[in-house]
């Protein structure tokens, strides 16, 4: 069974920045064809919605809220994905949790979820 774990979420204020992180694991042959990988946040009263999403091919898909101050990366060979995120503000307070597709048998990856809080 896939599992995605995140961390690095926590505390910090206005303009602040955090990196999250996620490893998968499970089957190598489910997790070395995982894509996309990415990031989904939940507010609070909120829908899940997209953060970030990144192919194999290292295509970069952000929402426009994020874009310009949140950046995902991958590495591949350890099968983890991260998220830096920059110049935070309290409407970036949310539940982030890590996505992952595996498309040849149309599955859906989640983890748990890290909380990320902004103060102002």
């Known amino acids: 069974q896939v599992q995605l774990v995140e961390s690095g979420g926590g505390l910090t204020y206005t303009g602040g920045s955090l990196r999250l992180s996620c490893t998968a694991s499970?089957?190598?042959?489910?997790?070395?064809?995982?894509?996309?990988m990415g990031w989904y946040r939940q507010a609070p009263g909120k829908q899940r919605e997209l953060v970030a999403t990144?192919?194999?091919?290292?295509?970069?898909n952000y929402d426009d809220s994020v874009k310009g101050r949140f950046t995902i990366s991958k590495d591949s060979v350890k099968s983890m994905v991260f998220l830096r995120m920059n110049s935070l503000q309290p409407e970036d307070t949310a539940v982030y949790y890590c996505?992952?597709?595996?498309?040849?048998?149309?599955?859906?990856?989640w983890g748990l979820g890290t909380q990320v809080t902004v103060s102002s």
């Open positions: 996505y992952a597709q595996h498309r040849p048998t149309d599955s859906e990856y």
């Open positions: 499970g089957p190598s042959g489910i997790i070395s064809t995982l894509n996309p």
């Open positions: 990144m192919t194999v091919n290292g295509y970069r």
